[in-house]
């Protein structure tokens, strides 16, 4: 990509001109995501000093995929920032882990005692995955991390033992329940409960799908966030009750029902539309909602066109430059 392509990237994600819509900023980000250098890796740490907890959200969540080292600081500068909304300092943290450097260490072990639940959960994940991907077990399935029919970096590996394949197989829902104990399991530590989350979306089947919804259920906000997003990723219509129910509760997290609708417009069925459209202008609704319902309506209308796709329902994988 030549330096003129990179600087109109440039501009249109951090809105040079203050009028880019924040879909076409998204579709900017999640190029230059795909880009995998460090130049873009420098565009992008560029942006958390706008004012959408939204875009730096998924600005430290792109940082961390593209595994560069280069963006450690950048990363570490935002967790530590304790005047940053918790929803983007846990997206960092979660970075931190997924680029898996022995040096972020330090910094995840003094948050794992912060005031945000949220942060010093993420940060319990987040050490327990370097921690493994360094161990002989980790070392052993990195090649099966690399080469997943889906394309993230998660935080947590799938259950040892549990199928690698994402199409179901009779084999494989034999483990459902098991899987299950532990997701629903709130003795068990998050990591190994996160890790019968993923084995749960590999397996993909109706009933693992079902297994995942009771984790709504749970009282920590990190993890029902983390249902919607995996929820996202296996695209089934199975999950959008659930994943509507969580939209619409007001009680809800902003967190999770912004993943919700990200996942919501990523399976773009036609029922989900109008919540979409209602929970974007909906008075008093957390700007992180709607923003979320602004960005997941654009990934449906795609989704529904054949012009453009989306990566995972995360965002999409390219833009015109």
């Given amino acids: 990509m030549s330096d003129e392509q990179l600087h109109k990237l440039e501009n249109t994600l951090l809105n040079v001109d203050g009028t880019t819509p924040l879909h076409t900023r998204f579709r900017a980000l999640f190029t230059l995501r795909n880009l995998a250098n460090e130049k873009a890796v420098k565009i992008i740490s560029k942006g958390f000093d706008d004012e959408s907890a939204l875009l730096k959200h998924e600005l430290a969540y792109c940082l961390g995929q593209m595994r560069d080292e280069s963006a450690l ?17 846990h997206e960092a943290a ?4 997924a680029i898996s450097s022995t040096t972020s260490l330090p910094i995840l072990k003094k948050y794992c005692s912060d005031p945000e639940r949220v942060v010093r959960e993420t940060c319990e994940i ?6 493994w991907e360094h161990s002989p077990e980790g070392l052993q399935q990195k090649e099966y991390l690399t080469s997943s029919g ?9 259950s040892a033992g549990s199928p690698m394949t994402i199409s179901p197989a009779v084999a494989a829902n034999s483990t459902v329940g098991d899987l ?9 530590p998050l990591f190994e409960r996160y890790r019968a989350m993923f084995a ?40 959008v009750p659930p994943l509507l129910e969580v939209l619409q509760n007001n009680a809800e997290e902003s967190m999770v029902r912004h993943e919700a609708a990200e996942a919501l417009g990523g399976i773009a069925t036609p029922e989900v539309l109008p919540h979409l459209k209602e929970w974007m202008s909906k008075d008093g609704a957390p700007r992180v909602v709607k923003e979320s319902c602004a960005v997941a309506i654009d990934m449906w209308e795609y989704e529904n066109s054949g012009e453009f796709q989306y990566a995972n329902g995360l965002g999409p994988s390219t833009i015109a430059v």
Avoid: C
């Fill in 200 to 239: 749960l979306r590999n397996i993909g089947s109706d009933e693992a799908v079902d297994a995942l919804a009771a984790g709504f259920s749970d009282d920590s906000a990190l993890f029902r966030h983390e249902i919607a997003f995996v929820f996202g990723q296996l695209l089934s219509p199975r999950s």
């Fill in 150 to 158: 889906y394309t993230s970096i998660d935080p947590a590996p799938p």
């Fill in 180 to 188: 299950k104990s532990t997701l629903l399991d709130r003795t068990k």
């Fill in 126 to 131: 987040a050490l327990a995955r370097i921690e």
């Fill in 73 to 89: 600081s950048t990363l570490s500068n935002v967790l530590a920032n304790e005047s940053e909304d918790a929803m983007v300092r």
């Fill in 94 to 97: 979660e970075a931190l882990g």
